[in-house]
């Protein structure tokens, strides 16, 4: 079990996604690196924070007719583009600040934001989501849920869930 995640480890290091250009290293071969923000369309990382607000701020309240925006759940200053890692990926963090400390649906509310990002941002990002420190009695818990791809995934699988997500981010005509 653990020689499959060394090789799949050493694949991942290896393999050149198609939004990454390759530049050598001398004997040591090829490096995956991916594209910087103004190969990738931004002017710069205000640029790339203002989309993803842009995004992030029309999406709906689960239990009004409001956008986060209007609610003050997201706001422009709660989108922080932090230095790429060392191989060139875009990090950005979102913190969003839900309407009472004991939301019930901001577990709903942080995965629609995600869901949203991920679907209209056409590279690849490290994408942080978390409740504002100390807006939230459970934020521990919620900043967990919400950040771990496992949990997404499934979800993302229950029709229900899927259905109110779907709502909720639907861009308005």
């Not at 594209?35 to 842009?54: A, H, K, S, V």
């Not at 004991?102 to 941002?121: D, F, Q, V, Y």
Request: hydrophobic content about 30%.
């Amino acid at each position: 079990m653990l020689s499959f995640f060394r090789k799949r480890a050493s694949e991942e290091l290896t393999a050149t996604p198609s939004n990454s250009r390759t530049h050598t290293t001398g004997a040591t071969g090829s490096v995956p690196r991916r594209r910087t923000l103004q190969e990738l369309g931004y002017r710069n990382t205000d640029d790339l924070r203002e989309t993803i607000y842009d995004f992030v701020r029309t999406i709906r309240d689960p239990e009004k007719p409001n956008t986060l925006e209007d609610l003050h759940v997201v706001y422009e200053d709660g989108i922080i583009v932090n230095d790429p890692t060392p191989g060139n990926v875009n990090v950005v963090r979102v913190e969003f600040n839900p309407t009472v400390p004991h939301c019930s649906l901001a577990t709903l509310i942080g995965l629609c934001i995600r869901i949203k990002i991920e679907r209209n941002i056409n590279h690849y990002l490290k994408l942080d989501i978390y409740i504002k420190k100390g807006a939230h009695t459970t934020e521990d818990e919620i900043n967990k849920q919400i950040n771990d791809k496992e949990r997404i995934a499934a979800a993302m699988e229950n029709p229900n869930l899927r259905q109110l997500v779907e709502n909720c981010i639907k861009d308005e005509d």
